[in-house]
Nanobody
Framework: QVQLVESGGGLVQAGGSLRLSCTAS????????MGWFRQAPGKEREFVATISWGLMTFYADSVKGRFTISRDNAKNTVYLQMNSLKPEDTAVYYC????????????????WGQGTQVTVSS
C-alpha cells in the first residue's frame, strides 16, 4: 500500500495563495488516480480535486478557477495550488490515492495521508 505525506499548509490571509504537496512512498503513483479532499470542523470530508493517471482533472465547483491539481510522477508527488483563498477554504486538507478520479467520493480512495491544516484569515 502506498504511504502519503502532505505538506505546505499554514496560515494565510484571504486572497493569498498556498501550494500543498503530497509525497508518496512504498509504491509509484504513476498508475493511480490521486485526489485532494478537505474537512472543516464539524463537517464531513469533502471532495476538492482529482487527477487521473492520464492528467485528466476534476474540481469541486467551490474551487474551480482558483485551485489547480497537478502531479509529477518522477517525484511521486501531487500538488494543489490554491489561489484567491477564502476563509471558507479553512480545513484540514488530505491527499488520497487509488480512487475513481471522476467520482469525487472519499470512499472510493483507499490510501490517505494524515492531513495538513490550512487556515485562511479574513
Amino acid at each position: 500500500q502506498v504511504q502519503l505525506v502532505e505538506s505546505g499548509g499554514g496560515l494565510v490571509q484571504a486572497g493569498g495563495s498556498l501550494r500543498l504537496s503530497c509525497t508518496a512512498s512504498g509504491r509509484t503513483i504513476s498508475s493511480y488516480a490521486m485526489g485532494w479532499f478537505r474537512q472543516a470542523p464539524g463537517k464531513e470530508r469533502e471532495f476538492v480535486a482529482t487527477i487521473s493517471w492520464g492528467l485528466m482533472t476534476f474540481y469541486a465547483d467551490s474551487v474551480k478557477g482558483r485551485f489547480t491539481i497537478s502531479r509529477d510522477n518522477a517525484k511521486n508527488t501531487v500538488y494543489l495550488q490554491m489561489n484567491s483563498l477564502k476563509p471558507e477554504d479553512t480545513a484540514v486538507y488530505y491527499c488520497a490515492a487509488g480512487g475513481n478520479w471522476r467520482s469525487g467520493e472519499p470512499a472510493d480512495f483507499g490510501s490517505w495521508g494524515q492531513g495538513t491544516q490550512v487556515t485562511v484569515s479574513s
